[in-house]
């Protein structure tokens, strides 16, 4: 198991998008402007998107009003999410940034990284490079196009589908490493769900008792006569799993317990992109249970359960 802690992407080491902000249908909030319940606005300074909830809304910053809490809660803005620009880095919400192929963004961190991984993607390749100075010192490329076949009929009939995810452990650890990522597709729209950059460490080695569940908020009512409404909601990703832990790394776990706590990151279970279990286990978002027992004597067993955000 190896998690990445993510490092915040904001307007001072995102160097450029293609996707630019504000987006089509994005319009920056002006104090002069009266605006009506549903307009939407968005700041600059915040990379996110706003809805006004009442009427004759003037002269009230979007920024300052949902600073409330349940004694004093936002009276004029209700957030609705990031910028399109932004909507691949926001970690704390499930959402894409969406435009015409190819989607570039270059990030210079300022600090070293060592790790990076795309998740919720559409696209047909990426393409990763990394600069130190005017040096590249590093370059991945993907063909994100694939199908399994277990027969003739899948060969000759079974529709392609698209990698939506990938995670990269070997980036070279360079302070004044400049990362480009390139998502392409031949027909349509790209889309990214999340780009993460940040610094792995090794957890353990996951066992075989694995599991890969979800939480289902779907809905399903019975009318008086016996037939079924569904009302059909997202299902949410979760993984348990036991790792093998060598007893040296426990006092790094417990570490990790801590600065991880309610914070969104990148697990992946297994190392081999290839593998059929790979998917299941790479997984962006926060532990529910991160139990550490020491009935061995050599190693430790850490039994986590983690929750998509």
Known sequence: MIVITPLGITSSNLTSSTIPEPDAGETAWDS??????????????THKRYRSKVADNLNHDPADDIQGDEDNPPQYWVEIGPTNQFA????????QSVTDSPLTVVLTPGVRIDALALLGMEAESVAVTMENG???????????NQRQIFNWYDYFFKPFRTKPSIALFDLPP????????????????????ACVI??????????????????????????????????QRRSIPKTIQDVYVDKSKVNELRQIRSELNAIPAV????????HPYYESLLILGF???????????????????????
């Open 88 to 95: 691949m880095f926001d970690l704390l919400r499930n959402t």
């Open 267 to 274: 697990w992946s279970g297994l190392d081999d992109s290839d």
């Open 134 to 144: 005017e040096v590249e010192v590093y370059t991945y490329t993907e063909d994100l």
């Open 32 to 45: 002069g402007t009266t605006y009506a319940i549903g307009d939407e606005v968005y700041l600059a300074s």
């Open 287 to 309: 532990y529910r249970k991160f139990t550490i027992n020491l009935a061995h004597e050599e190693k430790a067993i850490l039994a986590l359960e983690l929750e998509e955000i």
């Open 174 to 193: 360079y302070t004044a490493g400049v990362t480009t990522v390139t998502l392409t597709s031949s027909t349509g729209t790209v889309k990214c769900g």
């Open 198 to 231: 940040g610094n792995q460490t090794y957890l353990g080695q996951v066992q075989y008792n694995a599991e890969s569940d979800v939480l289902n908020f779907s809905r399903m009512d019975r009318n008086f006569d016996g037939t079924a409404q569904m009302i």
